[in-house]
């Protein structure tokens, strides 16, 4: 078992982990702490859960955009059999083109 002192809002947490997930641990945390340094920007210097909350709601708000637009990519037909055909066709080209120099 691995243990991870992780530091969000200028406060350390130690954590007990997986050995070897040391590393994303600490890149989530940096970035939960990023988001309080931002929630701290808006909302200024009160509690740290209060600062904690919104740094939640900000990275809700990311995840739900970010799942929009997935969805959005899925309702749009698959692109990849016409870039597929696009990119033998370029190759086609370049090969042509190598064997006439």
């Known amino acids: 078992m691995g243990d991870v002192r ?3 809002a200028g406060r350390p947490y130690d954590v007990a982990c997986a ?7 600490q890149k989530l945390a940096a970035l939960v702490d ?5 929630a ?3 909302v200024g ?3 740290e859960t209060r600062i904690l909350l919104f740094a939640a709601i900000f990275m809700a ?9 997935v969805e959005k990519s899925e309702e749009r037909p698959d692109l990849t059999p016409g870039l597929l055909e696009m990119a ?4 086609q080209l ?3 083109i190598a064997t006439k120099n």
Request: aromatic share 0%; proline share 3%; hydrophobic share 35%.
């Open 6 to 8: 992780l530091t969000v």
């Open 19 to 25: 050995d070897g997930d040391e590393p994303h641990l």
């Open 34 to 38: 990023e988001k309080a340094q931002q």
């Open 40 to 42: 701290r920007l808006v």
């Open 45 to 47: 210097d009160v509690n």
């Open 61 to 69: 708000d990311e995840l739900q955009n970010a799942r929009a637009n």
């Open 88 to 91: 033998a066709r370029i190759n």
């Open 94 to 96: 370049a090969d042509s």
